[in-house]
């Protein structure tokens, strides 16, 4: 197979992936006014499309730090691991999707990609420290976004203490509104760059491009792969998201979105790509940690968490025997 053949083979697994990723992580953005129904489900998503499509456009750090810094050299990634990488990460979205279980899209490609690149070229191969900082964001960010969200919900409790219960929910669904759509904003920032880091290396790799920059070609379809995805929903982790971790009203809706949306854009801004999924889940377990610790179903926060630390590992394996299918294929 000519190789051109084969980075359209990337082109097309990437495009899918982001395409995968909208409908996976749709519940991030919207679970929270969904469930404390601020909007209706149908308004909900469309909305959420529509803004993952501008936030993809507005910056490619996070793309660079996925395309130049997990691997020593992007000219030692070819074609044949960025494959075997998305269709690990691929797989592992579509099975956690089928369970209803939120799982992070940024692991299960950062571990794919992993996996390949260990079973192709060593574990000489891989940039430790740059793997090791995109790890650090990825881990730390559940837990900021756990703290922060307890915060904030302490100080919206604090500000709200005279004032009725309706009224706060009533000014709360409202201004909920405003803060899901931030919500999505933030997610598309983040979350599609990472295809577009993806598809750039491979462009890269295959002397298609001088540079590790974006084309603005790569921004516009890995925008509109995420936008159409998010159009689709993920209604299984949507629920588990909206309802199974804590039983929120429209101001504990209202502070983890804030928080949610704060974290996120600030990780995309100083160039980190961070989990949606972990983001969200940490804002709603210290949102509902504010109100009592006893409030949060700690049970489902737990089997959430042990599918977190089974995803890159589990992603890597995956990637490496795709990689050897496909070289035995190849």
Known sequence: MPDIYMIGVVIVLALCFDFINGFHDT?????????????????????SAILNFVGAMISTGVAKTIGGEIVTSPHMVDSVVLAA??????LWNLFTWRIGMPSSSSHA?????????????????????????????LVCSPVVALVMGYILMTLLYLVF??????RVNYVSTHI???????????????????????ITLALLSGGYIGALEVPWEVKVACALAMCFGTSIGGWKIIRTVGNKIFRMQPVNGLAADLNS??????????HLPVSTTHVVTGSIMGVGWAKRFRAVHWSVAYQMVSA????????????????LVIRHIY
């Open 27 to 47: 519940a991030n953005a919207i679970a929270t006014c969904v469930a404390t129904r601020a909007l209706s489900p149908r308004v909900a998503i469309i909305m």
């Open 85 to 90: 990488a998305l269709a690990s990460a691929i």
């Open 109 to 137: 490609l950062i571990g794919g990609v992993i996996g390949a690149v260990i079973i192709s070229y060593g574990t000489g191969a891989i940039h430790l420290a740059g793997v090791l900082t995109i790890v650090l964001g």
């Open 161 to 166: 203490r005279n004032v009725g219960k309706s």
């Open 176 to 198: 909920q509104i405003l803060s899901a759509a931030l919500m999505a904003f933030s997610h598309g920032s983040n979350d599609a760059q990472k295809s577009m880091g993806i």
């Open 261 to 270: 949306a704060t974290i996120i854009f600030t990780a995309t801004m100083l």
């Open 308 to 323: 977190w630390v089974m995803t890159i590992p589990c992603t890597a394996a995956v990637g490496a025997f795709v990689y």
